[in-house]
């Protein structure tokens, strides 16, 4: 059995499967890209709910394991060499288990190059500026008299979700026939923004054609129905 007693996030959220992964998170649009890609590949995995609502992401236990107290994060018993891995980053997570399958990631190095760079688009774009287009439009930002930043990233989202929308022409996924890892990295991004920050038609969403039938396609898909829901808030 393995020992993850050198992790003091373990102390904190015990592993009664110490054998699996273990998934610390919370069910955002960072943290289901996790829950969802485990649930794809079908890994034996533990979720642990870090509620974010009450700050436990900056306990001494969670920061020992990303000390940037953001979910969400992993301890993998069984890592490269066999030996435990803890990781954070979403996006990085999501390209270790690519990686540790062999799936959600074309076999094809220029393709998975081409996938990877998609990845790293939701995570230096569109995660920020649809986070911050939330904040100013559907959060305490809205009471800000200035309408500029509000304006600057309706504007910014809207761009994003036109860059989105060439590249879904013609394709029924971010890298064509093939679901990876991308699909995963935006899919709950997209959902995010359209229902949660309420901003709809505030990026004319519904005047697209190509990302609006690829974010349904996604959410039908049942391991995103059950990672969207993962780990359950406590």
């Known amino acids: ?18 054998d699996r992964l273990q998934l610390y998170s919370w069910p955002t649009p960072n943290g289901v890209k996790v829950s969802i890609a485990l649930e794809e590949l079908g890994l034996p995995y533990e979720p642990h709910a870090v ?5 436990e992401t900056w306990t001494p236990e969670f920061l020992s394991l990303n000390p940037n107290g953001k ?3 992993i ?9 435990p891995l803890g990781l954070f980053e979403s996006g990085a997570i999501l390209l270790y288990l690519a990686q540790k399958t062999g799936r959600l990631l074309p ?3 220029a393709a998975a190059y081409e996938t990877t760079q ?10 920020p500026m649809f986070g911050q287009l939330g904040y100013f439009h559907k959060f305490a930002g809205r009471e800000i008299d200035d309408k500029r930043p509000l304006g600057r990233y309706r504007d910014e ?4 979700l036109g860059v989105l929308e060439a590249r879904l022409a013609g394709r029924d996924w971010i890298m064509g026939e093939d679901y990876t890892i991308a699909d995963i990295a935006l899919l709950g991004w997209v959902r995010n923004l359209i229902g949660f920050y309420e901003a709809r038609d505030l990026v004319g969403f519904d ?3 190509h990302v609006p039938a690829w974010l349904e396609r996604g959410l039908a898909r049942p391991a995103v129905q059950r990672g969207l829901e993962i780990p359950a808030r406590s």
Not at 10 to 16: E, F, K, Q
Not at 51 to 55: A, E, F, K, Q
Not at 118 to 126: D, E, I, K, R, T
């Open 1 to 18: 059995m393995p020992d993850l007693s050198a992790f003091p996030i373990t102390a904190r959220w015990p592993a009664r499967h110490p």
């Open 118 to 127: 998609w990845v790293f688009f939701q995570m230096a774009a569109v995660g």
């Open 157 to 160: 989202s809207k761009r994003l």
């Open 51 to 55: 509620n974010i609502g009450r700050d």
């Open 107 to 109: 076999a094809d190095p």
């Open 71 to 73: 979910i969400p994060a």
């Open 207 to 209: 005047d697209l054609a």
């Open 75 to 83: 301890v993998d018993p069984d890592g490269p060499g066999g030996r």
